[in-house]
């Protein structure tokens, strides 16, 4: 039995959701399918604006397109990264510039490929032969810190501006910058999260959810451990004696929480 679900939680202090999720499969065709997730920004006064209306309009492009276009990786990388643009450009033109912006992470599943696009830190992972693998990088400051600087992934959740992206969409035109990956269709199962969910738990922890869960509940044992289990975290004293920082412990439900999967 296929699963294709999305689950977005409040968290326990945010006073509203400011995630965006979708799941579809396109209405011609049952094997092409369409996975979102966008976390608004909510340093910004709109984020849930912007998350919503990117999530919308997408979806609008997906089920109105013919299913040859879709299964055409080129066409569809050029029409969508062209498309994603100009829904940054739509939105500063109607909010202005440096108001409103969210991150967006989206899956289209066709006959060949999937075909990740990604701008910001909301991440999409595979499981893949008992592998856990994430296929995007974060754009953000401390992704660097991981890339270049040697700092393990686990260790990003506690710099303080952990928070600071470095790509999104309405807040300029210059921090639009998408990125695609594309893949196999040979993994056994494809999510996207929101930090919300990413900077509470490991992937190590994912993958122990992986293992025990029935894959029909999931996607809601992810987000359930992000938001309501004590994750009992503590910055790792190796850190500290490694980097001079200002750092933060993240705790339980303290961001929306958010994600999208498809299980095969």
């Not at 029409?79 to 912006?101: C, P, Q, R, V």
């Not at 696009?117 to 992972?125: I, L």
């Not at 412990?249 to 929306?256: L, Q, S, T």
Request: proline share 1%; hydrophobic share 40%; charged share 25%.
């Amino acid at each position: 039995m296929e699963i294709l679900d999305t689950k977005t939680d409040i968290g326990l202090i945010r006073e509203k959701n400011e995630d965006a999720t979708l799941s579809v499969i396109h209405p011609k065709n049952k094997n092409i399918k369409l996975l979102i997730v966008a976390d608004g920004m909510g340093g910004k006064s709109l984020g849930d604006v912007a998350a919503n209306y990117v999530i919308l309009y997408l979806h609008k492009w997906f089920i109105n397109k013919d299913i040859e276009t879709l299964n055409n990786n080129d066409k569809v990388i050029e029409l969508l990264t062209k498309y994603i643009k100009s829904l940054n450009k739509n939105l500063i033109k109607k909010y202005g510039i440096d108001t409103l912006g969210t991150t967006l992470t989206m899956a289209l599943i066709n006959n060949h490929n999937t075909i990740v696009f990604n701008v910001g830190d909301s991440r999409c992972y595979i499981y893949k032969n008992k592998n856990l693998i994430q296929v995007t990088e974060d754009d953000s400051d401390v992704w660097m810190y991981h890339k270049y600087g040697g700092v393990k992934k686990d260790y990003l959740r506690f710099f303080s501006n952990n928070n600071v992206i470095t790509a999104c969409i309405g807040i300029c035109n210059e921090l639009c910058k998408v990125k695609t990956v594309i893949l196999d269709n040979d993994y056994d199962i494809i999510f996207l999260l929101t930090d919300g969910v990413t900077d509470m738990i490991t992937d190590t922890k994912i993958k122990s959810l992986i293992k025990k869960t029935k894959k029909e509940y999931l996607l809601n044992a992810i987000i359930n451990e992000a938001v309501n289990v004590d994750q009992k975290l503590k910055v790792p004293s190796t850190l500290k004696r490694k980097f001079t920082a200002n750092y933060i412990v993240p705790f339980k439900g303290r961001d929306n929480a958010s994600g999208a999967i498809y299980i095969k």
